[in-house]
């Protein structure tokens, strides 16, 4: 039983379970999509026998094993003037029309608010959601730009939308978590790996795509 993050089900664990499978064709998957604070909340019920989100502090009843640290990027319609830019910067973004994030989501989304704020631009912020997928669905359809997590872009990236790096960076480290009731069982132990293999593929995919911008 896996609980993660969206971004992470739709882009990460397709791959995983697939390799997973070779080893343990036998084994039933269940994969909910939760946010954060849910996922959270179902590893120290014993609901889920890994969590895959945001690393999170110390807390009783969870054993958290870092992944990654992910830097967000910032995303953009295809042909907006922006793209034709390297590397874009905070106050690049002033005046734009900024989709989300909705200012009482998770975790993931602080860092975007608290870099906006630091920045003291002006942006237009007249639609908001909680998911990314969704914000990269937004911004593919030309409703405004966006600063999102990196591991949907590659997808997006092949529907047109442009996928730039932005400063000063927005980071945010994910984790694996479990619950703290003993050893790690042999067959988690085996999705621990192949998960942070293929976060690392999959950022690495990133930082290839923003190199080999057209």
Same mark, same amino acid.
């Given at each position: 039983?896996?609980?993660?993050? *969206?971004?992470?089900? =739709?882009?990460?664990?397709?791959?995983?379970?697939?390799r +997973?499978?070779?080893?343990?064709?036998? #084994?039933?998957? !269940?994969?909910?999509?939760?946010?954060q604070?849910?996922?959270?909340?179902?590893?120290?019920?014993?609901?889920?026998? @890994?969590g895959?989100?945001?690393?999170?502090?110390?807390?009783?009843?969870?054993?958290? !094993?870092?992944?990654a640290?992910?830097?967000?990027?910032?995303?953009?319609?295809?042909?907006?003037?922006?793209?034709?830019?390297d590397?874009l910067t =905070?106050a690049d @973004?002033?005046?734009e &029309? +900024?989709?989300?994030? =909705?200012h009482?989501?998770?975790?993931?989304?602080n860092?975007?608010?608290?870099a906006? &704020?630091?920045a003291?631009?002006?942006?237009s912020?007249?639609? &908001?959601?909680?998911?990314?997928q969704i914000?990269? *669905?937004?911004v593919? *359809?030309?409703?405004?730009?966006?600063?999102?997590?990196?591991?949907?872009?590659?997808? +997006?990236?092949r529907?047109?939308?442009?996928v730039?790096p932005?400063?000063p960076?927005?980071?945010l480290?994910?984790?694996?978590?479990?619950p703290?009731?003993g050893? !790690?069982?042999e #067959?988690?132990?085996?999705?621990?790996a192949?998960?942070?293999? &293929?976060t690392?593929?999959?950022?690495d995919?990133?930082?290839?795509?923003?190199?080999?911008?057209?």
């Amino acid at each position: 039983r896996i609980a993660a993050l *969206a971004a992470i089900a =739709m882009s990460i664990l397709p791959a995983v379970i697939q390799r +997973f499978r070779i080893l343990y064709p036998d #084994i039933k998957i !269940t994969v909910e999509s939760l946010g954060q604070r849910a996922i959270e909340e179902h590893v120290f019920l014993g609901q889920a026998d @890994l969590g895959i989100g945001v690393d999170i502090p110390p807390r009783e009843g969870i054993r958290s !094993t870092a992944i990654a640290r992910a830097e967000y990027v910032c995303i953009l319609p295809a042909g907006h003037q922006l793209a034709a830019r390297d590397r874009l910067t =905070m106050a690049d @973004l002033a005046g734009e &029309e +900024f989709i989300g994030p =909705m200012h009482e989501a998770d975790a993931l989304w602080n860092g975007i608010d608290n870099a906006i &704020e630091t920045a003291g631009i002006p942006v237009s912020r007249r639609l &908001e959601t909680q998911h990314s997928q969704i914000l990269y *669905a937004f911004v593919e *359809a030309g409703l405004g730009v966006a600063i999102a997590e990196p591991f949907s872009a590659p997808l +997006f990236h092949r529907l047109g939308v442009a996928v730039r790096p932005i400063a000063p960076p927005v980071h945010l480290d994910f984790a694996l978590l479990e619950p703290d009731i003993g050893p !790690t069982p042999e #067959i988690v132990n085996c999705l621990h790996a192949e998960v942070i293999r &293929e976060t690392k593929a999959c950022l690495d995919h990133v930082k290839a795509l923003i190199a080999r911008k057209p």
